[in-house]
């Protein structure tokens, strides 16, 4: 860890030299990174690179071997798991009740970091949980099984549970993965009003370069253990990326309304009939870390 490393005084997540593996395979080699207040901070990179593992050592659920993470400063190595979420919440790929919950009830659990012992839910709990179903459109759906929902709705449920929540760190983790468009929009419309409006700070991991390039403020590039590139979509995002990091060749073009890079996948067999004035040109001012 570079103890002479300087901290952004802004900064809300600090992963400062961190080691990682998972039994005899090493993951992260002295991986750092800094999140900012307010910032909608997306990860990306190829399978099997460490994104979804990064959210859980963010939220204290696995630890490094080497390194340190702190959340506004403090050590999540040395907090209690109440005081941790209280902080940060998360929306995770793994989320598997053990019992029969409704969508009611999964979202109610997003305010057990503030429950005192052997006390009911509060006036403010149920306000917060009543206006996370009124949110993410569920409040048809509260008293329906969380077992019985699609995956789409599952993940609406886990967004609603962090909204009731109510933490300034907010981590989502392929979080519309099993969505359709109309509810990849407005799930991330919602996340996106929280973060502008409430400065709520944003940190997710996508496989889609196309969701991260339009919502994000930065993105970062996870590569081979460590992060390789860093920096605002138009930086990141760039045929170099597909052909380097990904082994995938493709058009990067500029969407036409706002003015970010937007992926397409070449067809192999297919000569290519590019659109010029479209083509996004790679900019050389993406810092490679």
């Known amino acids: 860890m570079n103890r002479d490393r300087p901290v952004e005084r802004d900064a809300v997540i600090s992963v400062d030299g961190i080691h990682f593996q998972y039994d005899s395979h090493p993951l992260f080699h002295d991986l750092s990174l800094t999140v900012r207040e307010s910032e909608f901070l997306s990860v990306i990179g190829p399978n099997g690179s460490g994104k979804s593992t990064l959210l859980k050592l963010i939220l204290g659920i696995m630890k490094p071997s080497k390194g340190r993470i702190a959340v506004f400063g403090k050590d999540i190595g040395k907090m209690k798991r109440k005081a941790i979420s209280q902080l940060v919440s998360g929306v995770l790929l793994d989320f598997n009740p053990a019992y029969s919950f ?45 077992e019985h929902l699609s995956s789409g709705e599952r993940q609406r449920v886990l967004l609603a549970k962090c909204l009731a929540q109510k933490t300034p760190i907010l981590l989502l983790d392929e979080c519309v993965a099993h969505l359709d468009p109309g509810h990849v929009q407005q799930f ?36 081979q253990g460590k992060l390789s590139q860093t920096g605002d979509p138009v930086e990141i995002v760039h045929q170099r990326l597909l052909e380097n990091v990904y082994r995938a060749q493709a058009t990067v ?21 590019p659109a010029p004035d479209l083509i996004h040109n790679e900019l050389p001012k993406s810092k490679i870390l």
């Open 102 to 146: 409704s969508v009611e009830e999964i979202v109610a659990i997003g305010r057990t970091p503030y429950a005192k012992a052997f006390s009911d839910f509060t006036r403010e709990d149920r306000i917060a949980i009543e206006e996370a179903l009124e949110k993410t459109s569920l409040l048809t759906l509260r008293k329906k099984p969380f």
């Open 188 to 223: 991330l419309e919602v996340v996106r009003d929280k973060n502008r409006k409430e400065k709520i700070t944003v940190v997710t991991v996508f496989h889609d370069i196309n969701l991260a390039s339009l919502y994000s403020d930065r993105i970062v590039v996870v590569d």
């Open 253 to 273: 073009l500029t969407h036409p309304r706002f003015d970010v890079p937007q992926v397409l996948l070449n067809r192999l067999d297919r000569p290519q009939k």
